[in-house]
C-alpha cells in the first residue's frame, strides 16, 4: 500500500514537472519587487500564430486577454488568491488603410493606444507585457511563499495563442 501511495506521488511530481517545462518553452513570466510593488513581464514566445495572423489580416477585432494572478500557497488546501488583474490587448485592422489601431486596457481603463502599420510592432503589443505592476507589497506576508499565475485566451473563438 505504500508503495503505491509512493509511486503515485513520484508520477504526480514528474507529471507536473512536464507540464512546467511544456509551459516554459510558449510563455515567459518574469516577477521581481520594485518600487514596493509586485511587477510582473510576460512574453508568449510562440503566441502570435498563423490563425491569429490571418484573423487579424481579415479585419476581425482581435482581442488577447491576459488574467494575471498573485496566489498565496497554503498547504494542503487551496492556494489563496492576494491580487487579479485583467489585461485585454485589442488590434483592430483597417484593410483600407493596412494600418493597425490598437489598445491596451487594464481591469476596464484605457492604458494606451496605438496606430501603426508595422506587423513587428503589433506582434510585440499582443505577445507581451512589461513592466506591469500586479500589486503592492503591502498585501503580502513576508513569511509566505507567493506565485504568480497568468492564463491567456484570444477571440475571435477558433484562433490560438498557444499554437
Not at 497554503?74 to 492556494?79: I, K, N, R, S
Amino acid at each position: 500500500m505504500l508503495m503505491r501511495k509512493t509511486t503515485f506521488w513520484c508520477a504526480m511530481v514528474l507529471l507536473a514537472a512536464v507540464t512546467v517545462t511544456r509551459a516554459a518553452t510558449t510563455m515567459r513570466i518574469v516577477p521581481i519587487v520594485r518600487d514596493q510593488s509586485v511587477v510582473v513581464t510576460v512574453e508568449l514566445t510562440d503566441g502570435y500564430t498563423a490563425e491569429v495572423r490571418d484573423a487579424i489580416a481579415s479585419g476581425l477585432r482581435t482581442t488577447v486577454t491576459y488574467d494575471v494572478e498573485v496566489r498565496m500557497i497554503v498547504p494542503a488546501l487551496v492556494d489563496r488568491t492576494v491580487a487579479t488583474l485583467v489585461i485585454g490587448i485589442s488590434d483592430h485592422y483597417d484593410t483600407l488603410t493596412r494600418r493597425h489601431s490598437l489598445s491596451r486596457m487594464i481591469d476596464g481603463r484605457v492604458d494606451g493606444t496605438l496606430v501603426t502599420d508595422d506587423e513587428a510592432i503589433v506582434k510585440k503589443w499582443l505577445t507581451s507585457l512589461n513592466g506591469l505592476a500586479v500589486c503592492p507589497t503591502s498585501k503580502l506576508d513576508p513569511n509566505r511563499d507567493y506565485y504568480v499565475r497568468i492564463s491567456a485566451s484570444v477571440r475571435p473563438p477558433g484562433t490560438s495563442l498557444l499554437g
